[in-house]
């Protein structure tokens, strides 16, 4: 399996700007999480979906964020507008409950910087 | 509420050296704890788990035991080598739901 694949791996845009980030989970997979990681906070859970409903959105810091996942392949990650204190690392990971359940697979994150 | 709480780094070990990097949580119930890594530009990666009280992870000379008594789950090595070089996340996982919380992480700088 290719693992969890998140796209682009670096964007830089500016401030104003929609962003929107991708991902494509395991397959089989029935889990996703978004996590965003900066120094000061460290790794910060933004929202989760199981079989591709949102369950626990009380992260995701403000009306700017929007998550959707259309279907079990696919989750997006939309910040309008972007603003310079977004600009983190931003990870999807998903897990498969049942045996190995409690694994997170990581994707490779997307770096993201707004100027 | 739930968190984990590691120590702060950076450290900075001579190859060979022993490690210990510290982790305690706060917990509702009997989490299930984990050790997760990563290396520079990559996502995290799981390096070890305990899943209850007394148990013992192991993976890649690296060791963790569940203590309940000390709600703790300390990462340790005997010996380390410069390829350990990486950040080090404790987290912890409730068995009800499915929500990780993860410390801040402990970045490891291992010198030859």
């Known amino acids: 399996d290719a693992g969890v694949i998140q796209s682009p791996r670096h964007e830089v845009t500016e401030m104003g700007q929609e962003v929107t980030l991708r991902c494509k989970p395991i397959?089989?997979?029935?889990?996703l999480f978004w996590y965003r990681q900066t120094m000061m906070r460290g790794l910060e859970l933004l929202i989760y979906?199981?079989?591709?409903?949102?369950?626990?959105d009380s992260g995701m810091p403000e009306d700017r964020f929007s998550a959707k996942m259309p279907n079990a392949s696919f989750s997006t990650l939309k910040i309008q507008p972007s603003e310079p204190r977004d600009s983190a690392v931003y990870f999807c990971?998903?897990?498969?409950?049942?045996?190995?359940?409690?694994?997170?697979?990581f994707g490779s994150g997307t770096q993201l910087s707004v100027l | 509420g739930d968190s984990v709480t590691q120590m702060e780094g950076p450290v900075t070990l001579s190859e060979e050296a022993f490690l210990t990097i510290n982790c305690t949580y706060t917990?509702?119930?009997?989490?299930?704890l984990f050790w997760y890594v990563q290396y520079p530009g990559e996502g995290l990666q799981l390096l070890l788990k305990?899943?209850?009280?007394?148990d013992k992870g192991s993976n890649k000379g690296f060791e963790a035991t569940y203590r309940k008594e000390t709600t703790s789950f300390h990462l340790e090595k005997g010996s380390v080598q410069v390829s350990d070089s990486a950040v080090y996340f404790c987290?912890?996982?409730?068995?009800?739901?499915?929500?990780?919380?993860f410390g801040t992480g402990t970045s490891l700088t291992v010198i030859p």
């Open positions: 979906f199981n079989n591709n409903v949102p369950i626990d």
């Open positions: 397959s089989g997979h029935d889990y």
């Open positions: 917990a509702t119930g009997y989490p299930s």
């Open positions: 990971a998903s897990s498969l409950t049942g045996q190995g359940g409690e694994k997170l697979f």
């Open positions: 305990a899943t209850k009280a007394d």
């Open positions: 987290a912890l996982r409730r068995h009800t739901g499915n929500q990780f919380y």
